[in-house]
């Protein structure tokens, strides 16, 4: 019934005769929330590269709300809605949230401009808008180099929404957090695909549960199932491949 927001066919990228993505086919709706999990190897961050123009692509396509993405920039691509949140969160340390956000809102408008002109009234409402939905209002105007791992992860998303991405590509969002700054960020996530269609890459398996809606498992750059968490950690391919061998075949050895 929805419209597929994303469509990837045959998707092929080599390396040197490596491939790293072999004849990946991929889709999914919008105002979807996705989770792709898969061992290291087993091409996620390809995938996300090639979704973002960062690679080209040896053989296939990605088709972004009905259009090919094929020999776009990067920054074409953003501009048409994609968003990507990487491992490692990319702020400016030395500006409070606010003044991050307010970067990001106008992308037009640099560092200089940021610290010493006034903001608009609309962008103002927008920025406070976002400080609110990351969590971050009480500490909107400290350095955000003295914001914690998890704070810096919530304000590059912040970062993002304030594109108005259609489609939100987030890498690992809860690696080195805390207990409760992962249920924060599962709570996030879950409650920006109200509003986006959101493309999450994870290792915890737990945190996966938190906020899978269905989950595409990679393995050989190809999809080898997809499914609920608890279709694919029954899946014997999976147990066979990534989540290790079943309980009673440990208990044999």
């Not at 879950?190 to 994870?202: D, G, K, M, N, P």
């Amino acid at each position: 019934m929805n419209e597929k927001i994303l469509e990837i066919e045959d998707l092929t990228v080599s390396f040197d005769g490596f491939k790293a993505l072999n004849g990946l086919n991929f889709s999914m709706d919008a105002g979807e929330l996705r989770v792709i999990i898969g061992a290291n190897g087993a091409g996620k961050t390809t995938f996300l590269d090639v979704i973002t123009g960062k690679v080209q692509p040896t053989e296939g396509r990605v088709i972004f709300k009905g259009r090919n993405l094929r020999q776009l920039s990067e920054h074409q691509i953003v501009r048409l809605g994609i968003g990507r949140k990487f491992q490692t969160p990319r702020v400016y340390l030395n500006l409070t949230p606010r003044e991050n956000l307010e970067l990001s809102c106008n992308r037009k408008k640099n560092v200089f401009l940021t610290l010493f002109q006034r903001t608009p009234v609309a962008e103002k409402r927008t920025v406070s808008g976002l400080l609110e939905t990351i969590g971050l209002i009480a500490k909107a105007d400290i350095a955000a180099g003295l914001l914690s791992h998890g704070e810096k992860q919530w304000l590059e998303i912040g970062m993002l929404l304030a594109q108005s991405p259609d489609l939100l590509l987030v890498d690992e969002p809860v690696a080195g957090l805390t207990d409760e700054e992962t249920a924060l960020t599962g709570d996030l996530l879950i409650s920006l695909a109200e509003s986006h269609s959101v493309l999450v890459i994870e290792h915890d398996m737990e945190f996966v549960r938190q906020i899978a809606r269905k989950v595409t498992v990679l393995h050989q750059g190809s999809v080898l199932c997809e499914g609920s968490m608890d279709e694919v950690q029954n899946d014997p391919r999976v147990i066979e491949v990534y989540l290790g061998k079943p309980e009673n075949e440990h208990q044999a050895a």
